[in-house]
């Protein structure tokens, strides 16, 4: 997707996250038993991927902060786009009988915190995340009223001041719409493959967002 004007683009959340006392915050969360639940949804074919990097690093952050993260691959699910013939009235049952309804939406509901982890497909979110959240429509009241926390984490070839701006327009306008609470974002340009992630700054800022919660 052609060469970057060597714009380092990083979430501003991330920075100030990390500008936290992490250690005592943390800390003083464990001790008032207020640890989450917190779901990883892996959104790339590639397993070992830079997205799945940035993924696994927060996920580790998380933990050693006391948090209980799992991850799902949404890649290895059967998740058909919604058909929009709204039996649900946004508030029943989905007619499709697939893994999302029979498995992630009760894991969407039962957790506290949700990561959207993805590669930036034609500056936007990949097409089988967005399946996702389109599915939210079959309950998109009782998920409004949940308040559920989430986490951006987005990787893209370029490192241009741009690439991001549509994933996160669309983040901020689902976490708006959906009274989603932002805890934070890694956004790594220059992370076209998993040798140039694991060379840059990003790794490390997803572990330290987890870290930070
Ligand atoms: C279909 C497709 C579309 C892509 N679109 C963009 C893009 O718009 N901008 C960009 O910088 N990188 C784009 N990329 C590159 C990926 O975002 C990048 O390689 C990323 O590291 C892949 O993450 P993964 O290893 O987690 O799959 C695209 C890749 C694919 C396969």
């Given at each position: ?10 979430g501003?959340?991330?920075?100030s996250?990390c ?7 943390s800390?003083s ?7 989450m ?7 790339s074919?590639?397993?070992k991927?830079?997205?799945?990097i940035l993924?696994d690093?927060f996920?580790?952050g998380?933990r050693?902060a006391?948090?209980e ?9 059967d ?10 009235g ?15 939406k ?6 506290d915190?949700?990561?959207f982890a993805?590669?930036v497909?034609y500056?936007?979110w990949?097409?089988q ?29 370029d490192n241009t ?5 549509v ?11 959906m ?12 992370c ?15 572990y330290q ?5």
């Amino acid at each position: 997707m052609g060469g970057g004007l060597g714009v380092a683009v990083l979430g501003e959340t991330v920075f100030s996250c990390c500008g936290f006392r992490r250690d005592s915050f943390s800390c003083s969360r464990r001790q008032r038993g207020v640890n989450m639940k917190i779901l990883v949804l892996k959104s790339s074919g590639n397993t070992k991927g830079s997205s799945a990097i940035l993924a696994d690093e927060f996920s580790r952050g998380a933990r050693e902060a006391g948090h209980e993260v799992s991850s799902y691959d949404i890649m290895k699910a059967d998740i058909r786009p919604c058909t929009g013939c709204n039996v649900c009235g946004m508030s029943g049952p989905c007619v499709l009988k697939d893994d999302y309804e029979q498995e992630l939406k009760g894991l969407i509901k039962e957790h506290d915190m949700l990561v959207f982890a993805m590669p930036v497909y034609y500056y936007n979110w990949p097409a089988q995340l967005k399946v996702v959240v389109d599915r939210f429509y079959s309950f998109t009241y009782e998920l409004t009223n949940m308040r559920k926390k989430v986490v951006l984490l987005a990787v893209a070839w370029d490192n241009t001041s741009s690439v991001f701006s549509v994933t996160q327009a669309y983040y901020e306008t689902i976490c708006d719409y959906m009274h989603f609470e932002d805890r934070g974002r890694v956004l790594g340009g220059g992370c076209g493959s998993p040798s140039m992630t694991r060379a840059s700054q990003y790794p490390e800022a997803a572990y330290q967002l987890g870290r930070s919660l």
